[in-house]
Each structure stands twice: as structure tokens, then as C-alpha cells.
């Protein structure tokens, strides 16, 4: 999260306000903060920490990195092997579920999908699809496919977080970086479905009758996206994604992988957690023992902490064990630890189920929060090794990773629905309806 700090480019000295953004997340939290270590207090006191436990929500900086890794040292400290560490990660799903109104999940309702404008590309297609999670929300995304439709592919969903664009066309699905390792991974031999985050893209306008699906307001935008029913209908999308990609003729759906950068790092590694059919997870500048994420889709329901658990996101996606997981950081946000302090802790847990070897991380001390062509690049060679494509379709003569067969398209090319394009009658239209609706599936 907190991409809305750093320029398009991503250099290093517009990188700056992200490390000041986390200072001021952890000032703000200072006054909530509550650690978990209780052995100094009194009983009255112990008691008045349950109770703070029971209603806090981790977000942002809620730790410092000192007190992110004295709580990994304490979670350690509960198993040391598969057999305590499996009714441990039971307990978790659950309570994750809970937080996020999603136990039990609410009734898988038609997708009533539409696949559409189809065009045809070096070695892969592209087409627009949306398709309803809950009846009347839809969720709007494009489906990169290999051309070979003569066998199955592994299938990748592709998630974005928050980066910020100066124009529709710059963020979300539609970015650069984003159309870019969609295509490539498609030309690999993956179908590839990238989508877009509660209210962004086609969905804004479901969230603001007024708004321009084609210029929308930053601001506003952002400020209906920051709620926490944010949080609950990404998970849901994303599992109903899945189930979208199960119906395609052509996916091979027991090798379903997940990427995304930042927030779409957490909607990576949430989903890996909760669902069981995510085969594959590629996490990017986001894995933190002391971060949570700065939006309330991240962070902004109990996922975390209730009266029944305690946990970080670094626990969370070890939770993707024993299957393969490419965990990428930088040395300039809260991922910069993760060579010594978090990964350590993750391939821990996979030596519980002798994985070692399935789990990865790739560090980039010189970079920054984002998901360029450096951290693509390793994220294609784990795909390849774990989901069976073909890395050889993407590589020049001199053995490189060479994106340049991936066509940009226009933001307006990729849309199933524009400003001057009616949403279908059954539309929701609003947060409350869309809580109300989400509310009603799950009773």
C-alpha cells in the first residue's frame, strides 16, 4: 500500500515521502498500539489488555520493526513442528474468515459472465470480462490467453494495489507494468486474469452514480475505495475469480497461481491463506512482521487480532505452506528486513513439511515499492518452474527475459463498460446496497 506516495517513475528521491508516510502511520497508531506481551502486568491490567485485544485493529506501522520481530519470536515459540503448527493455522483460517464476514462464506451465486471484444496479439489474446461476485456487483477485468485453445493452461490471477496514475490509463489493471507481466506470462502459456480492486476501474461508478469511469477523481475515488467492506469483497472477488477461471474450457485448475505488488501483495497472500486452491503464490513488497497495510482493504477489519487470535502478515502467508511461494522485497519500504527477519521465519514453517525448496525470496537493496522489470523477471522464472510454462517463449537470443512481444493497449480498449455505456438494470448502486446485498448472501 501507500503507492500514492511514489512517482510513476519510482526513483529513489521520490521514493523519500513513503518512509515519512510510515512515520506518521506509526505515530497515528502510537495511542491504539497494544502489544501482546502481557507478562509484566498485574491481573487488573491483564484483564483491561484482553479487553483491548478484542477490538484492535492492526493497521499501518502498527509495530515498530523491534517489536514486529519480538512478536515473530513469540509466534516461534508456540510450534516447532507440523503437528502443532496445523491446528495453529486451522485456528487462523478461521478467525481470518471471521474478521473478513466470511464464515461461513455466503452462497456461490451465478457468475453470469461475459467474455467479450476479443483481440489477438503476438502469441496470446486479450479479451474484457466481468462477471457478478454477489448478485448486481460486478467485477470488471481482462482475460490474456495463449492461442494454443487445444489443451489446458495454468491460470494466474493478477492483482494491483494502489499506485497512483496521472490518468486512468496509469493505474490500476491498466498500468504499464501490469498489461506488461500479463502478456508475458500469457505468452508463456498461462491464462491470466487481471482485475480490478473494489472500485476501481468500471466499479467506481457502481460506488458513485456520477462518476467518470474514464477520468475519474482520485479523491473521491479513493475515499469510497478506504472502507472496510473493502477489505471482505476483494477476498470474496478473488474467490469468486477462481471459480470464474474453473469454468473456462481451457484452465487447467489445479495450477491457479496469484500475483499483485503492494496491496495486491496482500490480496496475494490473503487469498493463498484462505483458499486452498491457490497453487501457486508470488507476493510483491509486502510481506512484514511489523507493517499491515495501510488501507482499510488491507487492514481495516479484525483479520489480525481478535479475542480468540493473534497474527501478522508474515504468518499469514506462511500459511501457503508447504506450496511454492517467490516472496520479492526492496531495502526501501517496510519489506526491507525480509532477508533476515521475515523469510527466515516462512521457510522455518516450511521445513515443517521438508519445502524448503518451494519457498523463495529475491531481494532488491536498491529498490523501491514497486513491481518493475527487475522484479518481474524472477517472478517469470518461478512460474515457469512451478505451473510448467514455458520461460524459453519469453527470452531474447542472448538468454534475457524480453517483454517487448507484450502490447500496451489503450485503458479505453481494456473497458467492458465507458461513460457513455449504461451498467446493466441489476446494478448496485452504492456502499449500502453493496453491504446489504453482501450481508444478505451470508445469512
Known amino acids: 500500500m501507500l503507492e500514492s506516495l511514489i512517482s510513476k517513475k519510482h526513483n529513489r528521491i521520490k521514493a523519500i515521502p513513503i518512509l515519512f508516510c510510515i512515520t506518521l502511520l506509526a505515530l497515528s497508531c502510537k495511542d491504539q498500539k497494544k502489544t501482546l506481551s502481557q507478562d509484566d502486568l498485574n491481573p487488573e491490567e491483564q484483564d483491561q489488555g484482553e479487553k483491548d485485544q478484542k477490538t484492535t485493529l492492526r493497521q499501518g506501522a502498527f509495530f515498530s520493526e523491534e517489536q514486529g520481530k519480538a512478536e515473530l519470536d513469540k509466534i516461534e515459540s508456540m510450534y516447532s513442528n507440523k503437528e502443532d503448527w496445523e491446528p495453529r493455522k486451522k485456528i487462523l483460517k478461521s478467525e481470518i474468515l471471521k474478521g473478513l464476514n466470511l464464515s ?11 467474455i467479450g471484444s476479443k483481440r489477438i496479439m503476438a502469441g496470446y489474446s486479450v479479451e474484457n470480462v466481468y462477471f457478478e461476485s454477489i448478485p448486481g456487483f460486478y467485477v470488471f477485468g481482462n482475460l490474456y490467453r495463449p492461442l494454443d485453445n487445444t489443451k489446458k493452461h495454468p491460470a494466474v490471477l493478477s492483482v494491483h494495489g494502489h499506485f497512483p496514475g496521472d490518468n ?38 457502481q460506488l458513485d452514480a456520477n462518476a467518470s469511469i474514464e477520468n475519474p477523481d482520485n479523491d473521491i475515488q479513493s475515499k469510497l475505495h478506504h472502507v472496510p467492506l473493502a477489505l471482505a469483497m476483494q477476498t470474496w472477488n478473488s474467490i469468486r475469480a477462481i471459480d470464474f477461471l474453473e469454468t473456462l474450457p481451457d484452465v487447467d485448475s489445479e495450477k491457479i497461481a496469484i500475483t499483485g505488488a503492494s496491496g495486491g501483495g496482500t490480496q496475494t497472500f490473503l487469498l493463498s491463506a484462505v483458499d486452498e486452491r491457490v497453487s501457486v503464490s508470488v507476493p510483491v513488497v509486502m510481506v512484514s512482521s511489523h507493517f499491515f497495510g495501510g488501507c482499510n482493504c488491507e487492514s481495516g477489519l479484525p483479520i489480525h487480532q481478535s479475542a480468540e487470535h493473534f497474527t501478522n502478515n508474515t504468518e499469514i502467508a506462511a500459511m501457503m505452506a508447504p506450496k511454492p511461494m517467490l516472496m520479492i522485497s526492496d531495502g526501501d519500504d517496510w519489506t526491507k528486513n525480509v532477508p533476515l527477519v521475515e523469510y527466515p521465519f516462512v521457510k522455518r514453517t516450511y521445513s515443517f513439511y521438508n519445502a524448503d525448496g518451494n519457498v523463495e525470496n529475491v531481494h532488491f537493496p536498491d529498490g523501491v515499492h514497486d513491481y518493475n522489470y527487475d522484479k518481474r523477471t524472477p517472478v517469470y522464472n518461478f512460474m515457469a ?33 465507458s461513460d457513455d455505456t449504461p451498467f446493466p438494470s441489476n446494478a448496485l448502486q452504492g456502499q449500502e446496497a453493496i453491504d446489504e446485498a453482501f450481508e444478505n448472501l451470508s445469512k
Open 104 to 114: 461461513p462464506l455466503p452462497n456461490r451465486t451465478p457468475l453470469n459472465a461475459v
Open 168 to 205: 486512468l490509463g496509469e493505474s490500476g489493471r491498466f498500468r504499464e507494468d501490469q498489461q506488461k507481466r500479463c502478456a508475458t506470462l500469457a505468452q508463456m502459456g498461462a491464462a491470466v486474469f487481471s482485475y480490478s480492486m473494489y472500485g476501481w476501474g468500471e466499479g467506481y461508478r
Open 385 to 417: 518452474k512451478h505451473l510448467g510454462l514455458d520461460i524459453e517463449a519469453v527470452k531474447d537470443k542472448n538468454g534475457k527475459i524480453d517483454e517487448s512481444k507484450s502490447q500496451l493497449e489503450s485503458a479505453s480498449t481494456m473497458l467492458s463498460y
